[in-house]
C-alpha cells in the first residue's frame, strides 16, 4: 500500500515538475518574440508607379538605340541586340552597381544607406551607428566597402516590379527613415532621367553635325532629300532631349512619405511567439509523457 503511495506521489511530483518547465518553455519562446517585436527597428516603405515616357509603351526602345548604347557602357550591362524592353532595361539600370555610384554623389546618401540605426520622430533626423560614424564632426570612423552597401543596404531594401500585362514599374524602398525612403525614390527617378537625357541629347547633336556636313558634300538631290529628313528627325529629338524632364520614366503615382512603419509586423511576432511558445511546451509534454517509467 505504501508502495502505491510512493509511486502516485512520485508521479505526482513528476507531473508538477513537467508543467512547471512546459510553462518555462512556454514564457522563454514568448519572451524571444516579444523582446524582438520591441526591439527591432522600424522600417518604413515608400513607393512609386510608373510608366515609359513615349506614347507607345509596346515598342521596343528603337528610337533610343544610341541611348542606350551609350549607357549600356556606362552601367557595363551588355545588350546582345539593338532592341530592349525601356522598362526592362530601366531595372537593369537601377539595380547596377554604377549606377549606385552616381546615387552616392548625392550628399548624405552614403550615410543614410549604410549607418542609419533609427529615426528621431520629435527632430525628423536619422541617428547614425556612432562606430562608423561621428555626427558632430560629420567624419566616419570606419569606412564600409562599396560592394557592401550595393548589395546589403541598397538591393535589400529596394524592390522594383514590373506588371507584365500593363507594363507598368513599380518601385519600393524600404529605410528607417520615411522621409529618406521617399527621397531616395525621387533622386533614382531624377538621375536616371537626367542620365539618359543626357546621353540621348549628346548622341542626337554628334549625328546631326554628322548629317549636316554629310547634306553640304551630297550632290544628289534624293540625298539631299533623305539627308534633310534624317536632319528634322534628330532636330525633334534635341528638342525633346532639352524640353521633355521626365525622359525616360514618368510618374503616375508619385512617392509620398509613409505614415507607419511596414516592418515589422509586431501583432504578428508576438502571434508567432505564443504559437510556438504552446508547440514547445506541448512537445515537452509529449516526450516526457513517453519517458516515464
Not at 519572451?31 to 509603351?57: C, G, P, Q, V
Not at 552614403?110 to 540605426?117: D, P, R, V
Not at 516590379?161 to 507598368?168: A, C, E, Q
Not at 528607417?176 to 536616371?192: G, H, R, T
Request: aromatic share 10%.
Amino acid at each position: 500500500m505504501s508502495n502505491a503511495k510512493e509511486t502516485i506521489k512520485f508521479f505526482q511530483n513528476e507531473w508538477a515538475r513537467s508543467k512547471k518547465i512546459a510553462i518555462f518553455l512556454f514564457s522563454l519562446m514568448f519572451a524571444i518574440f516579444l523582446l524582438a517585436a520591441i526591439m527591432i527597428e522600424d522600417k518604413f516603405e515608400a513607393n512609386t508607379l510608373l510608366k515609359y515616357s513615349d506614347e507607345d509603351t509596346s515598342n521596343s526602345f528603337s528610337s533610343k538605340g544610341g541611348t542606350l548604347g551609350g549607357l549600356a557602357a556606362i552601367t557595363g550591362i551588355g545588350m546582345s541586340g539593338s532592341t530592349i524592353d525601356p522598362i526592362d532595361y530601366s531595372i537593369a539600370v537601377i539595380k547596377s552597381r554604377d549606377f549606385l555610384a552616381r546615387l552616392l554623389k548625392y550628399p548624405g546618401m552614403k550615410e543614410n544607406l549604410s549607418i542609419a540605426s533609427s529615426f528621431d520622430r520629435q527632430t525628423n533626423e536619422i541617428v547614425y551607428k556612432k562606430r562608423f560614424y561621428d555626427a558632430s564632426s560629420k567624419q566616419w570612423k570606419k569606412d564600409i566597402k562599396f560592394l557592401r552597401i550595393h548589395r546589403k543596404y541598397y538591393l535589400k531594401n529596394l524592390t522594383l516590379t514590373k506588371d507584365r500585362s500593363t507594363n507598368l514599374l513599380t518601385i519600393s524602398f524600404r529605410h528607417v527613415s520615411p522621409v529618406f525612403a521617399k527621397e531616395i525614390l525621387d533622386i533614382i527617378i531624377l538621375e536616371l532621367n537626367q542620365t539618359v537625357r543626357a546621353i540621348e541629347l549628346e548622341d542626337s547633336e554628334k549625328k546631326l553635325q554628322f548629317l549636316i556636313d554629310k547634306t553640304s558634300s551630297a550632290n544628289n538631290n534624293e540625298v539631299r532629300e533623305a539627308l534633310g529628313q534624317l536632319i528634322e528627325s534628330e532636330l525633334k529629338n534635341i528638342v525633346f532631349s532639352s524640353t521633355r524632364v521626365d525622359y525616360l520614366l514618368q510618374k503616375i503615382d508619385p512617392p509620398y512619405i509613409p505614415h507607419r512603419a511596414k516592418y515589422p509586423n509586431r501583432p504578428l511576432l508576438i502571434l508567432l511567439g505564443i504559437i510556438s511558445g504552446l508547440a514547445l511546451s506541448a512537445s515537452y509534454l509529449v516526450i516526457r509523457s513517453f519517458q516515464r517509467p
